[in-house]
């Protein structure tokens, strides 16, 4: 799905920058940026700015101008896993089949996502991974909240075996070179990773409010939500 005028408005409203300071995350001259931002909001943006965007708010998020739980940030993410997560599930040994029971393409990576996750050796790679774990937590604020919050769903007794398959998924997804940006690639190879690891976090907070938190859960707030 193509950005447009309107999309890079709300940028500039959830960033609460203005062009002058978003300008330069975005590799985008200031006088061009106030020129995009005068078109009619449902114009779609050029090619050429639509990546520089893309990456921009890529760069936002991980110095903490911008939670990823904003409404732009979470399109860009899902865009970005759109483009790189069909290939990867499938170098990862897993087909069509059970993914095309999503709804949507959210609902598609976390059924994915529990199919890797359903695997005991793929279980036992994420625990012995800790000490990668931790250095992932370290790229940034947003991504040590979001991987602790899997990190903590992995080692529920609240939580069955059958509920935690999507966050063994995701992070088996992050430790795994398998993925089609090579981590090697500063910033842009942990793009993907980035994505999914939102998306299930998001999928589980849903599911699980009390997961925001550090008590257990009142008998209400669980629900038996297999993918």
């Given at each position: ?13 959830e ?24 078109r009619?909001?449902?114009?779609p ?43 990867a599930i ?16 959210e ?15 793929h ?60 981590d ?37 707030d ?6």
């Amino acid at each position: 799905m193509a950005l447009k005028v309107s999309d890079l408005k709300r940028l500039c409203s959830e960033s609460r920058m203005s062009p002058e300071q978003l300008a330069a995350p975005l590799k985008i001259s200031p006088a061009t940026l106030r020129r995009l931002l005068k078109r009619p909001d449902s114009e779609p943006l050029p090619e050429a700015y639509e990546t520089l965007v893309d990456e921009g708010i890529y760069r936002l998020i991980i110095d903490g101008k911008l939670s990823s739980e904003s409404s732009i940030a979470q399109a860009v993410l899902l865009r970005g896993s759109e483009r790189s997560f069909d290939a990867a599930i499938h170098a990862l040994g897993f087909s069509e089949p059970a993914m095309a029971r999503g709804s949507d393409m959210e609902d598609r990576i976390t059924i994915g996502l529990s199919q890797i996750g359903s695997s005991d050796k793929h279980q036992k790679a994420v625990r012995e991974s800790k000490s990668l774990m931790d250095r992932f937590e370290q790229l940034g604020a947003d991504w040590g909240t979001k991987l602790r919050t899997l990190r903590k769903v992995v080692g529920s007794k609240e939580l069955s075996t059958i509920e935690k398959f999507a966050a063994y998924g995701a992070l088996f997804y992050l430790i795994t070179p398998a993925d089609l940006i090579p981590d090697t690639i500063p910033v842009f190879g942990l793009v993907d990773d980035f994505a999914i690891i939102c998306i299930v976090v998001a999928y589980y907070l849903s599911r699980y409010p009390w997961l925001r938190g550090g008590s257990s859960p009142a008998a209400g707030d669980r629900r038996t939500a297999a993918p």
